[in-house]
């Protein structure tokens, strides 16, 4: 918290724990694979962060296809969190990672507690694990509990995983709850360091010439893209409300425009998801224009765009250089 | 049957660009299928047969996914691309209407295309209706590195047949139609076991039911022919990121990505019972 706030902007954001982001501006888990797959067509060093494809205990070849559906202005995916598995992440990945400006954030995935704690005891300490993001919304039911679904059962996973790991922890939350501000609470009660809002929403696409869902399965698929930016504005602007850590906002974002917005909600910084799969360099755009627009206004930090309070019985600022 | 996943290369995107491309020709073929030139001199120059295209049909997110297509034509020299498709839903409706001068994102070349013999070979190549899409291309470029090429096009009816006049290579063409209207009736596979004989690789595209006979065939021929088949799977990125194009190969989970090992893969590493249970790639 500096005395005499710079007179330019400072585009890090600091999401706890150590990890600064050298902006505000990453990609979501699941859109852009483990960096390397993009290397070669974006100038990836210059994103805020990557957030992994999920990471589970054991390498999982996925769902039987098929997997993706378009839907108006959206997309559903039940790719089934088809990864390696830890060990080759920690083993072959991170250390190509260790050399990247770009911080890569881990996204761990499990269908139980010690799973989750396996995959971040075998991160922790690991040189180009900049931190990990707890996906506690995966489609896997452990003994019929989702534990995104529970703030109870969501604090617990949080806790055991804040024993097993120093690492910063984010939780990326399940949008698909009565109230995803009590889920938030609870898991930065129970140590989390931030809160990534939101993962997908459940939704379904129906083939009339088919005459059943067109995804396999259940045939619902989690729905990304331009159609849930509104909601995952609800979703973030009711986490502002809930919590003093720092939130991530993710959800819909194609422009600088819909980043600026999730700023004024108060996100701390966003993930670009879907929009990649449109257009690979999207981050970067969206990146660029925030600049270019801080810049116009003469914004010094993010957070100067909020307009939404910090709950009453905050502790203060905690968030962010010159915050 | 199986060949592990992992024996499947993967493409690499350092030859891929994205870039604004103006069209300059609308070729409506009939039977709502059409030919699209596209003014991409840095792809034209990079692309291989085989390999395909993410086309952004329209600035707004709707449809929110770029459409994937194998590339039909590249001229270096003219520094234009071709596309030819179907109409089979919002995107390719989008494409069919565009005008010349109209601008369009392009995303190539990707994937894995067609391998070329190394030396004088004679090469069959099958298509079944808008499959022919990648064989302009693969025909020209066979024939430059001195093959002969003999192409077997076959459709439902006359006038869903890629005009053969357009190919645009030296190559000898047998066609088919389901309906008899123009050359022998029947399907493909009625009139490849004899081609075979004169052949010593075979590329084919097409529907999945088509390509899963004419591996059959190809692998009980009396001397089997090596068959490279291009495959189409619903996609999101086209990159190898959203990891949606999984394809069956090999055994029970064995999968490979349409857009990173695909779109052609060698027909025995493909699992055509999983393949063909698959509903249409367009219906999805």
């Known amino acids: ?323 | 049957m199986s060949r592990p996943v992992a024996a499947l290369p993967a493409s690499d995107l350092g030859r891929a660009v994205d870039r604004s491309a103006r069209v300059s020709q609308v070729l409506d073929l009939g039977a709502g299928s059409w030919e699209l030139t596209l003014e991409c001199p840095e792809i034209a120059t990079r692309a291989r047969p085989g390999e395909f295209l993410q086309v952004q049909v329209d600035p707004a997110p709707v449809p929110l996914l770029r459409r994937p297509f194998s590339v039909c034509r590249a001229d270096p020299a003219a520094g234009t691309l071709g596309i030819y498709f179907g109409v089979t839903g919002i995107g390719t409706a989008r494409l069919a209407g565009l005008t010349v001068g109209d601008e369009v994102r392009v995303l190539g070349p990707l994937g894995r295309g067609y391998s070329l013999p190394p030396g004088p070979a004679r090469a069959l190549c099958v298509a079944g209706g808008l499959g022919a899409a990648p064989f302009p291309f693969l025909a020209r470029a066979l024939s430059a590195a001195g093959a002969t090429v003999h192409w077997l096009n076959g459709a439902a009816t006359a006038g869903r047949l890629y005009p053969v006049e357009r190919l645009g290579a030296p190559v000898d063409v047998t066609v088919v139609t389901q309906d008899g209207s123009r050359g022998v009736r029947g399907v493909v596979t009625d009139v490849l076991p004899d081609l075979l004989t004169a052949a010593d690789r075979v590329y084919a595209c097409g529907p999945n039911p088509m390509l899963a006979a004419v591996a059959a065939l190809c692998a009980s021929a009396p001397t089997p022919v090596a068959l490279e088949v291009s495959l189409e799977a619903p996609m999101g990125c086209g990159f190898g990121t959203c990891l949606g194009c999984a394809l069956p190969v090999g055994g029970p989970e064995a999968l490979a990505l349409c857009c990173r090992q695909g779109p052609v893969l060698a027909a025995e590493a493909v699992d055509w019972p999983a393949l063909l249970a698959l509903p249409p790639a367009h219906v999805a």
């Open chain 1, 1 to 323: 918290m500096t005395a005499a706030a710079p007179a330019t902007l400072d585009p890090r954001v600091d999401l706890g724990r150590g990890l600064v982001l050298p902006n505000p501006v990453g990609v979501a888990s699941g859109t852009f694979g483990y960096g390397f797959e993009l290397e070669q067509l974006v100038d990836i060093q210059r994103l805020g962060a990557i957030f992994s494809k999920g990471t589970t205990p054991r390498s999982r070849p996925g769902n039987r296809p098929p997997r993706v559906a378009e839907t108006t202005a959206g997309m559903l995916n039940a790719i089934g969190l088809q990864n390696p598995g830890v060990e080759a992440v920690a083993s072959e990945y991170a250390p190509r990672w260790a050399g990247w400006r770009v911080p890569v954030v881990v996204n761990v995935a499990a269908e139980d507690i010690p799973g989750y704690v396996a995959v971040v005891r075998r991160l922790a300490g690991v040189p180009g694990v900049a931190g990990v993001e707890l996906n506690i919304s995966c489609p896997n039911i452990a003994h019929g509990l989702d534990f995104g679904q529970d703030p109870q059962a969501a604090a617990r996973c949080v806790e055991a995983v804040r024993r097993a790991t120093p690492a910063p922890l984010i939780v990326k939350l399940s949008p698909n709850v009565t109230d995803i501000g009590a889920v938030a609470a609870a898991v930065a009660a129970a140590g989390a360091d931030a809160v990534s809002v939101v993962n997908t929403y459940l939704g379904l696409k129906v083939s009339l010439a088919l005459r059943r869902p067109v995804l396999p399965g259940a045939g619902t698929g989690g729905l990304s893209g331009p159609a849930i930016k509104p909601l995952a504005l609800a979703a973030v602007r009711r986490v502002r409300q809930a919590v003093s850590i720092p939130v991530v906002g993710v959800g819909g974002i194609q422009t600088a425009a819909d980043a600026l917005e999730f700023f004024v909600v108060g996100a701390d910084a966003v993930q670009v998801g879907t929009a990649t799969f449109r257009n690979p360099a999207a981050a970067l755009e969206v990146l660029d224009g925030c600049l270019a627009y801080a810049a116009a206004q003469g914004l010094r930090r993010w957070t100067d765009l909020r307009a939404t309070a910090r709950p009453a019985d905050a502790p203060g600022p905690t968030v962010g250089p010159g915050a």
